[in-house]
């Protein structure tokens, strides 16, 4: 059975411009709101297991006096 009563869909816009598309992110911002502040907690070394580092990028690291001097 088709509702008559109800409106069409609006045909949807693929080659909408910057402006429109920060039109439809305005219009979204009520229906996403976001925590105040997200608190990251510490994680033990324990937990961290399977990172695997290149050699070479671990001598670039080490060689770099901002990590690790």
């Known amino acids: 059975m088709t509702n008559l009563k109800a409106p069409a869909p609006a045909p949807a816009d693929l080659d909408g411009d910057l402006a429109s598309l920060r039109g439809d992110c305005a219009r979204m911002v009520p229906h996403w709101a976001a ?3 997200v608190a ?7 937990l961290i ?7 070479k990028s671990a001598r670039l690291l080490d060689a770099m006096s901002d990590y690790g001097d």
Do not use: E, Y
């Open 35 to 37: 925590p105040d502040r």
């Open 49 to 55: 297991h399977g990172v695997k580092v290149p050699t």
């Open 40 to 46: 990251s907690l510490p994680v033990s070394p324990s």
